[in-house]
């Protein structure tokens, strides 16, 4: 199909089926949400004890920079933030990629002021009685309250991102019957292409959608004969967008270094520069972030740039000895071979990061379509078919190898099902006529497992209640000073830092070096180390409160994952004794004073005398 013949024909159907689709998945993932969580109905606490690990670290910057008096005082506060590493200060907006909170928080603050300025009330608030025996609570929704504001901005985002597929699912088959297949295939896998509906403050809610809108741009540029200006411009855009919310995002796009244009080096190098400048623009505006520079992806860029399709698997491997991220290698040797230390072990006990499950179903029928479309002749598929199927052949792997990366093959795969209605793959089956009810019985068959898929996600029922945590964070608020430092489990501290505004010295963004020294002397508390030695490790950190939680003691999602089996992966010295939490449990003392507690949550203090 010709660049001409897919934007002349009808484009205003594409473009409301697009929309269309777009409000289909925006309605359908705020439904998703609701009914887990019932979320309209929580009070603000609540709604924030829903934001758990890493999610709550992100909302709590969104939440300080609203608060703030200002723009350019809240935009301050996260760039000096004395909260989060305590006693550091550091530059969170560079640390933890914020620009979405930032933004968000922009539109937030306009939004809730134009409202103000002309009267109009941008939220509803009623009293919500809770069992048990609980204190009714405030409970709000509408755009107003931030918590709504937020979750509406990330899922209208991501109907945004439906409305691409359809388009590009479209653009790719040429034909509209594609798009609608794509759309399809999504719905029916679900929960295998995206996790927002749960999760809607991680990086990935931001920027997966740009990556689409890239691999879009990338498609049409391999399509055209003439390359234009304005096509690169706009692929170095969506880099940017993509990019800058996501430090995960520069291994996606290293999939993409050298197998863009198999057959066009100088088309090749072009699309190159376009790549490194995006990554330039992205440096200069997370203020130099050293883990861009030490990363698999510029070492590929350098490499790349050097020699276009020219030793290339020498090269990379080579410029890489300059810019290592030894966590990434050590996270892949742990994969490939028997090595273990305590970081790699803190990511591969984690499910997300663990061997891709086989999955049944749809799925598999979609691949099938998709390796019956990649045995066809290249010259077949042309150019772009060659990128397409090189980019699914890395994700396969890559999620083989860890399976959050299904997040990326999934929706992949879905798209590259809307080939079986392209006519220049397909064609041989007959005219239109044959070509639709071909299709209509393949989709038909999918439907089958789809529809139990879309039922199963709907039928998702919940009620989130956290009480011993919200029982926590309200003794925290009430009983502690303001200027108090508390250490404790990665999701927890990050629950502490949003609601209550605590300093603390641990936080779950276990990427940066020296955070995850940090991580490690708080989680000897988890080890069997002596008490005294751990009291040392936290007075070594300034805390004046450690959390403790039987649960992170004798968790195990499968055998040496406790997180004492991890520390006796380098503790060799005292395997065979008494995990130290366990002793904590039954008696703090000498060394710690418990000051609150409740089933789930003891709070240590260290005596001042022994600060």
Excluded at 234 to 260: D, E, I, Y
Excluded at 444 to 468: H, K
Excluded at 497 to 514: F, Q
Aim: overall charge neutral; some cysteine.
């Amino acid at each position: 199909m010709t660049e001409h013949s897919f934007f002349d024909d009808k484009p205003v159907y594409i473009f409301l089926t697009a929309v269309l689709a777009g409000l289909l998945h925006w309605a359908h993932l705020t439904n998703l949400f609701e009914n887990d969580k019932h979320f309209s109905h929580l009070s603000s606490i609540e709604k924030e004890m829903a934001f758990r690990t890493e999610m709550g670290l992100y909302y709590s910057y969104f939440k300080v920079f609203i608060n703030a008096p200002s723009f350019l005082h809240g935009l301050h506060l996260i760039m000096n933030d004395r909260f989060s590493e305590y006693p550091l200060v550091i530059n969170a907006l560079k640390r933890f990629n914020l620009y979405p909170e930032v933004f968000l928080g922009s539109l937030f603050r306009i939004y809730t002021g134009t409202m103000d300025f002309f009267g109009i009330p941008t939220k509803a608030c009623w009293n919500v009685n809770r069992a048990d025996g609980l204190n009714p609570v405030e409970s709000c929704e509408g755009m107003g309250d931030a918590a709504y504001f937020y979750v509406s901005c990330v899922f209208l985002l991501n109907g945004v991102m439906m409305s691409l597929f359809y388009i590009y699912g479209t653009y790719l088959s040429g034909s509209r019957l594609g798009g609608v297949v794509t759309v399809l295939c999504l719905f029916f896998n679900h929960g295998e292409s995206t996790r927002v509906m749960w999760t809607p403050p991680l990086r990935e809610s931001f920027s997966y959608p740009f990556f689409v809108l890239q691999m879009l741009l990338l498609t049409r540029i391999l399509r055209r004969s003439k390359l234009e200006r304005r096509s690169l411009v706009a692929l170095g855009a969506c880099n940017v967008l993509f990019l800058l919310p996501w430090p995960f995002a520069q291994f996606v796009l290293l999939t993409q270094v050298n197998k863009s244009t198999p057959f066009h080096a100088c088309l090749e190098n072009i699309i190159y520069f376009s790549f490194q400048a995006s990554f330039a623009i992205c440096f200069v505006m997370l203020f130099g972030k050293l883990e861009l520079l030490t990363s698999f992806y510029i070492s590929s860029l350098v490499a790349g740039w050097v020699s276009v399709n020219v030793c290339m698997t020498l090269t990379s491997p080579c410029v890489s000895l300059y810019f290592p991220q030894a966590h990434i290698g050590n996270l892949i040797r742990s994969k490939l071979t028997n090595y273990k230390d305590f970081h790699t072990l803190m990511y591969t006990c984690a499910a997300e990061f663990d061997f891709m499950e086989l999955e049944v179903g749809l799925i598999s029928s979609v691949l099938a379509h998709n390796f019956h479309c990649v045995s066809l002749p290249l010259c077949a598929c042309m150019c772009q078919m060659v990128y397409h199927s090189l980019q699914l052949v890395a994700f396969a792997v890559l999620a083989i190898l860890v399976m959050r990366i299904k997040l990326f093959l999934a929706p992949l795969m879905c798209l590259m099902a809307s080939l079986i209605c392209s006519r220049q793959l397909f064609g041989w089956i007959g005219e239109h006529f044959k070509c639709h009810i071909t299709v209509f019985g393949i989709l038909s068959i999918m439907a089958i497992q789809g529809v139990a898929n879309f039922q199963s996600q709907r039928g998702i029922v919940g009620d989130f209640s956290n009480l011993p945590q919200e029982q926590l964070l309200e003794w925290i608020t009430a009983n502690t000073m303001p200027n108090a430092v508390f250490a404790g489990s990665m999701p927890t501290m990050a629950s502490v830092k949003l609601s209550t505004g605590r300093a603390i010295v641990n936080h779950p963004h276990y990427e940066d070096t020296w955070q995850k020294e940090r991580t490690k002397l708080v989680y000897t508390m988890y080890s069997r180390k002596p008490a005294k030695e751990v009291k040392r490790n936290l007075m070594q950190l300034q805390a004046d409160y450690f959390i403790l939680e039987d649960s992170w003691c004798n968790r195990r999602s499968r055998p040496g994952c406790s997180m004492p089996e991890i520390w006796d992966v380098e503790d060799q010295e005292n395997r065979g004794k008494l995990p130290l939490c366990t002793l904590l449990s039954i008696d703090s003392r000498p060394y710690f004073t418990t000051m609150f507690e409740n089933k789930v949550y003891k709070v240590l203090k260290i005596p001042k005398d022994a600060k």
